[in-house]
C-alpha cells in the first residue's frame, strides 16, 4: 500500500495555464506539506496543514494555492503559470505528537511550463 | 532560526570504501537531526535520526550519524560504498515541540564508482 500518493506523476502544460495536484496520505497523520525541488535538488518548503489548518506559509506567489479537505488529503493549485514554476513538487506527512518527528514523502510531480 | 549546510556537492568513493558526508547545522534550541535518501525519480526516504539520547544513530542500509553538539556536526557514513548506494543525500534539522518546520540542506550526490 502506498504511504504517500501523488497525482499526476508527470505534469506539461503552457504558460499561463491553471493546474492542481494531489497529494492523499493513508498513515493517519494530521500534518501534511507541501515542498518544492528545483532543478538543482534544493528542497524547499512551500506550506504546512495540521488537521486542515494552514500553520505554514512559505514566501510563495499568491498564484499558489494549497487547499485540505480533511487529514488524509492536500492539494495545490496553482494560476497562471510561469517558466519558474518548472520543478519537482513532492507531498510529504508526519504526525505532531509522536516523539519520530520523520517526514513521509511521495514519489513527486514533475512540472513542466513550456 | 535553524539552517544546514552540506559541504561538498558531490562525492564519488570506490566500491567497499568508506562513505562520509559532512552536514553542519545552526540551531537556536535542541535540534532534532535526520539523514533523507533520494533515488533518481523517487521521493525522499528517511535513512535516520537523531531526537535525544544516544549521539551515534544507526539507520537502514547499513549508514549511520553521530550528533557532535561541541562540532555542531551531524556527519553521515557507511563502513564500505554499495553501488546502490549512488544516491542524492539530504541534511535537515527541526526541533522538538510545535510544528515540524523541517529545513533541509542543498544535497550531497555521491556516485560510488565499482
Known amino acids: 500500500d502506498t504511504a504517500v500518493s501523488q497525482t499526476p506523476k508527470y505534469l506539461v502544460t503552457q504558460m499561463g495555464n491553471d493546474k492542481s495536484i494531489k497529494c492523499e496520505q493513508n498513515?493517519?497523520?494530521?500534518?501534511m506539506y507541501w515542498y518544492k525541488q528545483d532543478s538543482k535538488k534544493f528542497l524547499k518548503i512551500m506550506f504546512s496543514?495540521?488537521?486542515?489548518?494552514?500553520?505554514i506559509n512559505e514566501t510563495v506567489p499568491n498564484r499558489f494555492s494549497p487547499k485540505s479537505p480533511d487529514k488524509a488529503h492536500l492539494n495545490l493549485h496553482i494560476n497562471s503559470l510561469e517558466l519558474g514554476d518548472s520543478a519537482v513538487y513532492f507531498c510529504?506527512?508526519?504526525?505532531?505528537?509522536?516523539?519520530?518527528?520523520?517526514?513521509?514523502f511521495g514519489p513527486g510531480t514533475r512540472l513542466t511550463v513550456t | 532560526a535553524q539552517s544546514v549546510t552540506q559541504l561538498g556537492s558531490h562525492v564519488s568513493v570506490s566500491e567497499g570504501a568508506l562513505v562520509l558526508l559532512r552536514c553542519n547545522y545552526s540551531?537556536?534550541?535542541?535540534?532534532?537531526l535526520f539523514w533523507y535518501v533520494q533515488y533518481p525519480n523517487q521521493g525522499l526516504q528517511l535513512l535516520l535520526k537523531?531526537?535525544?539520547?544516544?549521539?551515534l544513530v544507526k539507520g537502514i542500509n547499513g549508514f549511520e550519524a553521530e550528533f557532535k553538539k561541541s562540532e555542531t556536526s551531524f556527519h553521515l557514513t557507511k563502513p564500505s560504498a554499495h553501488m546502490s548506494d549512488a544516491a542524492e543525500y539530504f541534511c535537515?534539522?527541526?526541533?522538538?515541540?510545535?510544528?515540524?518546520?523541517?529545513?533541509f540542506g542543498t544535497g550531497t550526490k555521491l556516485q560510488v564508482i565499482p
Open positions: 510529504a506527512s508526519s504526525q505532531v505528537d509522536r516523539a519520530s518527528y520523520e517526514q513521509y
Open positions: 498513515l493517519g497523520h494530521d500534518t
Open positions: 496543514y495540521n488537521n486542515k489548518e494552514l500553520i
Open positions: 540551531s537556536s534550541v535542541p535540534p532534532y
Open positions: 537523531y531526537t535525544t539520547g544516544a549521539t
Open positions: 535537515a534539522v527541526g526541533r522538538s515541540g510545535g510544528y515540524q518546520k523541517v529545513t
